[in-house]
């Protein structure tokens, strides 16, 4: 993941969960209803925005804090979580959810 600048990480969250709603849809997301999903995303899409000049591995470190500080209440175990938010923010920075 290359490093950007804040304005450069302004997610069109619409368009991403659109995007990730679609993946689940056609089955291609996991077994938990997309809800629990959609908490991990947002979650990500946070970590992402706050730090814009972390690189991935100190993104990772935020996101499993917070991971952990929510975990009673989330239902997808961590290893899918992390896959599920770096594939995430490699989609939007693709350029297809990043404005």
Same mark, same amino acid.
């Given at each position: 993941?290359?490093?950007?600048?804040?304005?450069?990480?302004?997610?069109?969250? /619409?368009?991403?969960? @659109? &995007?990730? +709603?679609?993946?689940?849809?056609?089955?291609?997301?996991?077994?938990? %209803?997309?809800? !629990?999903?959609?908490?991990?995303?947002?979650?990500?899409? /946070?970590?992402?925005? @706050? &730090?814009? +000049?972390?690189?991935?591995?100190?993104?990772?470190?935020?996101?499993? %804090?917070?991971? !952990?500080?929510?975990?009673?209440?989330?239902?997808?175990?961590?290893?899918?979580?992390?896959?599920?938010?770096?594939?995430?923010?490699?989609?939007?920075?693709?350029?297809?959810?990043?404005?």
């Amino acid at each position: 993941m290359k490093t950007t600048s804040a304005a450069q990480r302004t997610i069109d969250r /619409d368009a991403e969960l @659109a &995007y990730w +709603r679609g993946v689940h849809a056609i089955g291609r997301l996991g077994q938990h %209803d997309f809800d !629990h999903y959609q908490r991990l995303l947002e979650m990500g899409y /946070d970590v992402y925005q @706050a &730090y814009p +000049r972390a690189n991935e591995e100190q993104l990772y470190r935020v996101l499993q %804090d917070s991971y !952990h500080r929510h975990n009673p209440s989330l239902a997808v175990p961590w290893d899918e979580a992390r896959w599920l938010v770096r594939h995430a923010w490699h989609h939007a920075e693709s350029g297809r959810g990043l404005h």
